[in-house]
């Protein structure tokens, strides 16, 4: 069973950092990708960043480039969201998801999952930047 659990949320001033944790279990292979995703109050899920497992390749949002970089210890089974330099508008609640690609049959690049989401999810992280 693929399991993820997020943490690192909290309240922040602008202009302050966090980082965020996701731990991965379950998938059998490193044939899969861990993407971060934030939903604000009111507003349609947003996909921020993503990472492929296997390939160490990476890809997020023009919305975070230069300030939210996507990284993983995969010793720890760990992907992070270091979020430098935050906003009042990038308040919302984060959530890390998954998906073993050795299962898609059809070739999903990292902008595709931030777009339609991902198969496994996690409960969610709050964050909240203060003015």
């Known amino acids: 069973e693929v399991q993820l659990v997020e943490s690192g949320g909290g309240l922040v001033q602008a202009g302050g950092s966090l980082r965020l944790s996701c731990v991965v279990s379950?998938?059998?292979?490193?044939?899969?990708?861990v993407g971060w995703f934030r939903q604000a109050p009111g507003k349609e899920r947003e996909g921020i960043s993503c990472?492929?497992?296997?390939?160490?390749?990476?890809f997020s949002a023009d919305s975070v480039k230069g300030r939210f970089t996507i990284s993983s210890d995969n010793a720890k089974n760990t992907v992070y969201l270091q979020m430098n330099n935050l906003k009042p508008e990038d308040t919302a609640v984060y959530y890390c998801?998954?998906?073993?690609?050795?299962?898609?049959?059809?070739?999903?690049?990292?902008?595709?999952?931030?777009?339609?989401?991902?198969?496994?999810w996690g409960k969610g992280t709050l964050v909240t930047v203060s003015a």
């Open positions: 379950g998938f059998t292979s490193n044939d899969y990708a």
């Open positions: 998801a998954a998906e073993d690609r050795s299962r898609d049959i059809l070739i999903k690049t990292l902008p595709y999952y931030l777009k339609f989401g991902m198969n496994y």
């Open positions: 990472l492929s497992i296997s390939e160490s390749s990476t």
